[in-house]
């Protein structure tokens, strides 16, 4: 049976619903999560610093979007953003590859532009963001393919922002690549109806604006 | 036939393919535009297309909601200038807006002011108007512009966020705000021929248009 506590240990939980969060809307998102064993909290840069001070007594890791949601940093600056994260306190960073690169089939640029941070990560969490909505399956693959080549432990499928998530999408990593790579469903998982479907493709992790909802409709 | 001196045309979605870019960037030229918006990735990329034009690059930056560090910002502005920005859209922390901390919004606007400008380059702030009250909205635009921002953006425009499109009656209220009432950048209205036109004959000084929508 798939309790409570399991689920909330495969969630990021988000409020991405709220649009640029106060920092007082933030900590109040924070201490609602916190009684529940969720894996980690995905945040914005500017929330990093206040959201790891306000959970550093729990188990709840945080985890930073670095390019995100669209993928439009340059090098350098993505290189920056993924410093002054991990600085701040992120314990996982959630990085989108170079959508335009991958596209062009420039996959060495995708590879020299997520490198650096994948180096700079250590043996820290992070997941390859890899717009799986905008893919078909063989491009899906072969993003798979290089996030493997570079270290991730985690594709993550999409950003959110309506780039939605579907079984197929997960279950095409788990069939092609089994063990090698974890994946992450993210994007429009917003119920335990949803949670289910992504629980039975075989994702390893939920990203969701709605962790909480998510949990009620699972029993202890 | 509309006057197209004041479009900016707005290319960011990720799935957009180059020769998108491509054709984006030739219209623009050949209907004498003012600028072709861009995140910071395709600066030089636009840049190079519009080059021996009169069309500008106007980068965006902590695109679509601003909450990105202040040091991240100037970083990324300072880059996209290196890459051949000639105008940035700088998208305001709208967490810190919401929030009325100006200590915030002057860490960031402040520097980033003084660098584009002693690089001739104007700045418009960015902020996404129908995330604040009237109140922090009037404060928020008397901030800016206390800090020498040179046009207030009326919204990232970013329909991914679903947020309501800028009416006739959104635009007169931030005129009544500004000492300059001309100076706004309008982003994020009707999108159709008809809200275009009524907004170019406005004392507005560029209007943002999603290029897929201008191209059609």
Redesign the interface.
């Known amino acids: 049976m798939v309790t409570k506590e399991k689920v909330a240990g495969i969630i990021d939980a988000s409020i991405a619903a709220v649009l640029a969060p106060t920092q007082a809307e933030n900590k109040s998102f924070l201490e609602s999560i916190k009684p529940f064993p969720f894996a980690a909290v995905a945040v914005e840069p500017f929330y990093v610093r206040e959201t790891a001070k306000i959970l550093s007594e729990t188990k709840i890791a945080v985890a930073c979007v670095i390019s995100y949601p669209l993928s439009v940093l340059t090098s350098d600056t993505k290189l920056s953003q993924a410093a002054f994260a991990l600085h701040d306190g992120a314990n996982e960073l959630d990085i989108a590859m170079s959508f335009a690169d991958f596209k062009a089939g420039r996959f060495d640029k995708v590879k020299e532009d997520l490198k650096p941070i994948v180096y700079l990560t250590g043996d820290r969490i992070k997941k390859m963001i890899y717009y799986s909505a905008l893919l078909s399956t063989d491009e899906q693959k072969k993003a798979v393919e290089l996030a493997i080549e570079l270290g991730f432990d985690f594709v993550k499928t999409n950003p959110g922002y309506g780039y939605v998530t579907k079984p197929e999408h997960i279950m095409t990593v788990k069939t092609t690549f089994k063990d090698a790579i974890k994946v992450m469903a993210s994007g429009g998982v917003r119920t335990s109806t949803d949670a289910m479907a992504m629980i039975e493709a075989g994702t390893d992790r939920i990203a969701t604006s709605a962790a909480l909802n998510i949990l009620s409709g699972f029993e202890e | 036939m509309f006057d197209l001196s004041k479009v900016s045309l707005s290319v ?7 020769v998108e870019i491509a054709s984006a960037c030739k219209a623009a030229i050949e209907k004498q535009m003012y600028s072709v918006s861009v ?5 030089s990329r636009v840049s190079n297309h519009l080059r021996g034009s009169l069309v500008k690059t106007t980068v ?1 930056i902590s ?7 202040p ?2 910002k100037f ?2 502005c300072l ?1 996209a200038i290196k ?1 051949g920005a000639d105008e940035i859209d700088l998208v305001c ?7 009325e ?1 100006l200590l915030t919004l002057k860490r960031e606007v402040v520097p980033i002011v003084n660098l584009c400008h002693t690089n001739n380059i104007k700045v418009n702030a960015v902020i ?1 108007i129908h ?1 604040l009250t009237i109140d922090l909205l009037e404060k928020t635009i008397h901030f800016l512009e206390s800090v020498g921002v040179d046009r207030i953006a009326t919204s990232a425009g ?4 679903k ?1 309501p499109t800028i009416s006739s009656k959104d635009f007169e209220r931030i005129q009544s705000f500004l000492k300059s009432s001309e100076k706004i950048k309008l982003v994020g209205f009707g999108d159709t021929s008809d809200d275009l036109a009524v907004f170019l004959k406005t004392n507005v000084e560029v209007v943002e248009i999603d290029h897929r929508k201008m191209l059609q």
């Not at chain 2, 960011?12 to 180059?18: A, K, Q």
């Not at chain 2, 995140?39 to 600066?43: A, C, D, E, M």
């Not at chain 2, 922390?93 to 929030?99: E, R």
């Open positions: 960011f979605l990720p799935e957009t393919s180059e995140p910071p990735t395709w600066v965006k695109f679509p909601l601003g909450v990105d560090l040091e991240q970083l990324a880059s890459n922390n709208m967490g810190a807006a919401k929030s901390d996404e995330l970013f329909k991914g966020m947020q």
